[in-house]
């Protein structure tokens, strides 16, 4: 088979996919074809879409490789769409980012970095896929060990957890500037 | 006199503290425990006056606060003699807001990436419009109104000329539904809208297909999320629908003919 005719099947493979594709998952289909070919064929597709600025681009997430939208486009795909934009609050943010660096987290270790209850982020989580339980801790009450799913990785355009951004070390926190922050304690002193 | 309050909404007792601090221009390592407990407990009360929720998580940390407040008052050494020598009472806290503050910045950092459905989006399955096998999952009531709405909208607007009423009644429409199951098994929610015209035929087709949800004659489910809606005749449809529907005062149809 010629390295063109390797290169035009995995791009209809791409298109037909329904989520994320492995390597091995393309050497399964295309029998023959070493698997360097289509790593090497990826990798093209990968460069020549980035270099001509297409609307598709090839990422590789969640452990294979799958098609998205150029992120330039997001305003004129999401205007196609017309649903409503998916917003995650902060709580849903941080709670997610824990779980994240520190998994497997239970519930209480998550609350106890928080401050606050996060029953309700939970279920939010487990439901929409983000997290699992992935054991029970050894300690009493058995309680839930939670963990990421692949679904996190591509909602947040992860190879794998090794890509999370890099967690700050303890001193090179800084405070960022909180936007809007007005809390008007003088006119509470004025009654 | 009212006063316009603005106030930024805190994720818990830590994020209050950390924008106290920020506030106030001071560092976390070295947080000046008489001012930002009283600014503490002013936010507080200001939350309360306002009547926002105020969690049992801020009443906890207050007390904590006031609690290392009133070691720092303490001269040195003036401690029991088994608390460690020169250990700083913030420290515990410190940590925790550093903790803390390590993770509002990894949230942000996630925040920043290409978010699927935000910024990047990945070609949507495809509509099925078969009737496959088994395993649907059952719409909710709003989803049934949604799409209520879609039917209605899609209505010619303000048609003038349509003032004689065709009189269908709840109950001839459950009858005729009813047929149309007993021929086909199953049916497109759209489709029963196809050939309907006027808006009492809606919602008079759309009362109909409810009354015999509930006597459990027909199941309504979808296969996906936004996917086509489709009507089923139930298991025990024709006992269920004797219970409901059949009595024999039925109005004359003059659109469609029914089966008796």
């Given amino acids: 088979m010629e390295r063109e005719d390797v290169k035009s099947i995995v791009e209809s493979l791409l298109f037909v996919a329904d989520g994320p594709q492995t390597l091995q998952r393309f ?13 090497a064929v990826l990798s093209e597709l990968q460069a020549e879409w980035e270099a001509q600025r297409r609307g598709v681009r090839l990422v590789e997430v969640g452990g294979g490789y799958q098609l998205r939208t150029a992120k330039a486009n997001a305003d004129w795909v999401k205007k196609f769409l017309g649903g409503r934009p998916a917003r995650m609050g902060r709580a849903t943010l941080e709670t997610l980012a824990i779980i994240a660096y520190r998994q497997p987290i239970t519930k209480a270790e998550i609350e106890a970095i928080r401050g606050v209850d996060v029953d309700g982020v939970i279920a939010t989580l ?3 896929n983000l997290i699992r339980a992935v054991a029970r801790k050894d300690v009493p009450g058995r309680p839930f060990l939670y963990g990421t799913t692949p679904e996190f990785l591509q909602l947040f355009n992860l190879k794998d957890l090794t890509h999370l951004p890099t967690l700050k070390e303890m001193d090179e926190i800084s405070l960022p500037e909180i936007p809007g922050d007005i809390i008007s304690l003088e006119q509470l002193e004025e009654k | 006199m009212s006063t316009h309050v603005q106030l930024p909404i ?9 924008h106290l601090i920020k506030k106030n221009e001071v560092s976390i390592t070295d947080i000046p425990i008489a001012t930002i407990t009283e600014q503490y407990l002013a936010t507080l009360e200001l939350m309360e006056t306002l009547s926002l929720d105020v969690a049992g998580e801020f009443l906890v940390m207050a007390s904590t606060l006031v609690h290392i407040k009133s070691r720092m008052l303490l001269p040195a050494g003036a401690d029991e003699p088994d608390e460690e020598e020169g250990v700083d009472p913030r420290e515990e806290l410190i940590r925790r807001l550093l903790e803390y503050q390590r993770y509002k910045d990894a949230a942000g950092e996630l925040d920043q990436r290409e978010i699927l459905t935000r910024d990047v989006f990945i070609r949507a399955a495809p509509p099925t419009e078969e009737v496959g096998p088994r395993g649907f999952r059952e719409l909710s009531v709003f989803e049934l109104l949604g799409a209520l709405k879609r039917v209605i909208d899609r209505l010619p607007k303000d048609t003038f000329h349509d003032i004689t009423l065709d009189k269908i009644t709840v109950r001839e429409k459950m009858t ?3 047929d149309l199951l007993r021929r086909q098994n199953s ?4 489709s029963l809208f196809a050939e309907v015209k006027s808006r009492n035929e809606v919602v008079v087709t759309f009362l109909a297909m409810l009354e015999l949800v509930k006597v459990q004659a027909i199941r309504i489910f979808q296969d996906e999320m936004a996917g086509p809606i489709m009507i089923e005749a139930a298991a025990g449809m024709d006992e269920a629908a004797e219970h409901a529907v059949i009595d024999d005062d039925i109005v004359e149809n003059k659109d469609e003919p029914h089966g008796t």
């Fill in chain 1, 27 to 39: 050497a399964e289909v295309l029998e023959g074809v070493d698997k360097d070919t289509i790593q």
């Fill in chain 1, 126 to 128: 487990l439901e929409r």
């Fill in chain 2, 10 to 18: 805190f994720e818990g007792p830590l994020d209050l503290l950390l």
């Fill in chain 2, 187 to 190: 049916v497109l929610f759209d």
């Fill in chain 2, 176 to 178: 005729l539904l009813l």
